[in-house]
């Protein structure tokens, strides 16, 4: 049986308004940026194709984080990402080898996720995977809140085209199959938004160490 190949995506292109404008896909997070930390999470997941899409002072993030130990890795500059997530999202998938089968998308401020769960929720995509032949969505969700990362099955038999805005691929959940997993996971829903969320990160950080 051929390999089942599986993308990753870390949206990653937005202004953080709400921090000041700073960017804070560079903002330090023990001895690695925010944005490091979710790239090297996928480069140790060894999946097929990884995307991380860019936006906002993307020249500086390009030379503040590497992507170097993973040659399935590139980078995807969004000239047009004050025009919202879906831009950078249909970008990523635009940009998706034909070969890959399902595609999972994280969010590039999430830097607390744990291995566990992604590999629960890749499970769980390719076992339906093997039964379903319609589009599907696989995502976490902790203390019944949903989050990322999101596994996207049979992505290629989407209609992406009405999705606007800012909020990705979440305007297509009423259309396709949505299955929800709860996990022992804070990080699927913890985002680096606010000061006072950098000030957690960096607490829960020292807590973990």
Same mark, same amino acid.
């Given at each position: 049986?051929?390999?089942?190949?599986?993308?990753?995506?870390?949206?990653?292109?937005?202004?953080? *308004?709400?921090?000041?404008?700073?960017?804070?896909? %560079? %903002?330090?997070?023990?001895? /690695?940026?925010?944005?490091?930390?979710?790239?090297?999470?996928?480069?140790?997941?060894?999946?097929?194709?990884?995307?991380?899409?860019? +936006?906002?002072?993307?020249? /500086?993030?390009?030379?503040?984080?590497?992507?170097?130990?993973? /040659?399935?890795?590139?980078?995807?500059?969004?000239?047009?990402?004050?025009?919202?997530?879906?831009?950078?999202?249909?970008?990523?998938?635009?940009?998706? *080898?034909?070969?890959?089968?399902?595609?999972?998308? #994280? %969010?590039?401020?999430?830097?607390?996720?744990?291995?566990?769960?992604?590999?629960?929720?890749?499970?769980?995509?390719?076992?339906?995977?093997?039964?379903?032949?319609?589009? $599907?969505?696989?995502?976490?969700?902790? *203390? +019944?809140? &949903?989050?990322?990362?999101?596994?996207?099955? *049979?992505?290629?038999?989407?209609? $992406?085209?009405? &999705?606007? +805005?800012?909020?990705?691929? /979440?305007?297509?959940?009423? #259309?396709?199959?949505?299955?929800?997993?709860?996990?022992?996971? $804070?990080?699927?829903? #913890?985002?680096?938004?606010?000061?006072?969320?950098?000030?957690?990160?960096?607490?829960?950080?020292?807590?973990?160490?």
């Amino acid at each position: 049986m051929e390999r089942h190949r599986i993308a990753a995506v870390i949206l990653a292109a937005g202004t953080s *308004n709400r921090l000041g404008r700073k960017a804070k896909q %560079l %903002l330090p997070l023990g001895e /690695r940026r925010i944005l490091q930390h979710v790239i090297d999470l996928t480069i140790q997941q060894e999946f097929d194709q990884i995307l991380v899409v860019i +936006g906002y002072q993307a020249k /500086r993030v390009q030379k503040m984080i590497s992507l170097q130990g993973a /040659r399935q890795a590139n980078w995807l500059v969004n000239d047009q990402y004050r025009d919202g997530q879906s831009k950078s999202f249909l970008m990523a998938l635009a940009h998706i *080898n034909p070969m890959i089968q399902s595609v999972m998308f #994280f %969010l590039g401020d999430q830097p607390f996720i744990k291995h566990q769960t992604i590999e629960q929720i890749k499970a769980s995509g390719l076992k339906r995977q093997l039964k379903e032949e319609k589009p $599907f969505v696989v995502r976490p969700s902790y *203390n +019944g809140k &949903v989050g990322h990362p999101i596994y996207w099955g *049979n992505h290629h038999c989407i209609d $992406f085209e009405s &999705v606007t +805005g800012d909020e990705g691929g /979440r305007s297509l959940f009423k #259309f396709i199959k949505v299955e929800q997993i709860e996990v022992e996971d $804070f990080g699927v829903g #913890f985002d680096i938004d606010t000061p006072k969320d950098y000030q957690e990160a960096l607490a829960h950080l020292e807590r973990v160490q």
